[in-house]
């Protein structure tokens, strides 16, 4: 059975409702549901591939009746998480990116189980169902895996449960998270992508029926943002080393990091005179972006050199007038308040006319 496009789907939803209420109109209630019953979404942001085993392996794993070696072998688990009720064992290969990834990813999620242990969440996981009667994670893998290291597999907790699957997931992930400061920055960026994809989908829709596209306020309004926001993360996501640098790791605010992107655009403005960067501009910037956040040393084409003259001097009597006399105070026609002294052409071009006044006005050799 072939899953239907983004695009057929939303047209089903339109057919019920109209484009302001498609991300208003999603019922829900709280329940508790056993975890068991709950999938993780392999294709969202805040996922890490993670093999969910049952309590009674969990507890052979976790009394270290089990070595790292024969788990792989047993669960085919290279370059995987195994996570059950109090073992969370790294399977990723020892010191790669990947592995010290999954190791913050570990902390983190071993820091929330311990405080789902002694205390509810303020904000559960939210859920929605799937056609088998069980239910797949929306929003809150982090916290759902701190519920089955806690509680095990065979664990029930409580979940936000939305009564269907909502039009525009990724949107609605992005919406219910963009307030939270704990997710990491590549997780928001990523997660930002996503939703705007589906939204520039529900834009082309809305051209085509009502002759018009969504405006940026309507965009921003329906991710739950406010528009300068939007304007960081559109800026941040418009090129790939910048989210490729967050993905490795990197730590700079999203403030900052604006800044230098800003700083950068700006100058291949002024370098080529151009106010909107072409495709090969662009991906010029993006080398440079990456060499700057790795901290590679960028290449920096020389500046010319601005050169100041003053020509060649025969006459005695000129070259002390030039250096005991005011020349700005001459009559000379210059009109010093408009020469730009940073422009060594406008410099010289005046001081050439000042000469041409001295010998010409005191009768003096050059």
């Given at each position: 059975m072939s899953i239907p496009s983004l695009e057929q789907q939303l047209s089903a939803e339109l057919n019920r409702m109209d484009f302001s209420k498609i991300l208003v109109e999603q019922?829900?209630?709280?329940?508790?549901?056993?975890?068991?019953?709950?999938?993780?979404?392999?294709?969202?942001?805040?996922?890490?591939p993670a093999v969910i085993v049952s309590d009674q392996l969990a507890y052979q794993i976790a009394t270290k009746r089990l070595s790292k070696a024969q788990l792989i072998k047993r669960l085919?688990?290279?370059?995987?998480?195994v996570i059950g009720k109090?073992?969370?064992?790294?399977?990723?290969?020892?010191?790669?990116?990947?592995w010290k990834k999954a190791n913050v990813s570990i902390a983190s999620i071993i820091e929330l189980a311990a405080n789902v242990s002694v205390s509810e969440l303020i904000q559960v996981p939210t859920i929605y169902p799937l056609d088998d009667s069980n239910y797949q994670i929306l929003t809150g893998h982090r916290r759902?895996?701190?519920m089955l290291y806690s509680n095990g597999i065979d664990g029930a907790a409580h979940f936000k449960v939305y009564r269907n699957k909502p039009s525009l997931p990724r949107t609605k992930q992005f919406q219910e998270n963009a307030s939270r400061e704990d997710l990491p920055q590549y997780g928001k960026l990523q997660a930002f992508?996503?939703?705007?994809?589906?939204?520039?989908?529900?834009s082309a829709m809305r051209q085509r029926a009502e002759g018009k596209n969504l405006t940026v306020r309507e965009i921003s309004s329906l991710l739950g943002i406010s528009m300068g926001a939007f304007d960081n993360y559109n800026v941040l996501t418009r090129y790939p080393a910048v989210v490729e640098a967050y993905q490795n790791g990197n730590s700079t605010s999203f403030i900052a990091m604006k800044k230098i992107v800003v700083r950068e655009e700006a100058l291949v403005r002024k370098k080529t005179g151009q106010s909107v960067l072409d495709v090969e501009q662009k991906r010029s910037l993006n080398k440079r972006l990456a060499n700057i956040l790795s901290n590679t040393a960028v290449e920096?084409?020389?500046?010319?050199?601005?050169?100041?003259r003053l020509g060649t001097i025969e006459s005695a009597e000129l070259m002390k007038v030039i250096l005991t006399e005011n020349l700005l105070e001459l009559d000379s026609g210059?009109?010093?308040t408009t020469v730009d002294w940073a422009q060594p052409k406008a410099v010289n071009d005046a001081f050439e006319r000042v000469l041409s006044f001295l010998t010409s006005s005191r009768n003096l050799a050059q």
């Open positions: 019922p829900y209630e709280y329940q508790s549901i056993f975890l068991n019953r709950i999938q993780p979404d392999s294709k969202n942001a805040r996922f890490f085919d688990c290279v370059d995987r998480v109090s073992c969370i064992v790294n399977c990723f290969n020892r010191g790669s990116v990947e759902f895996f701190a992508q996503e939703a705007r994809l589906e939204l520039e989908t529900l920096e084409s020389p500046s010319k050199k601005k050169r100041y210059v009109d010093w």
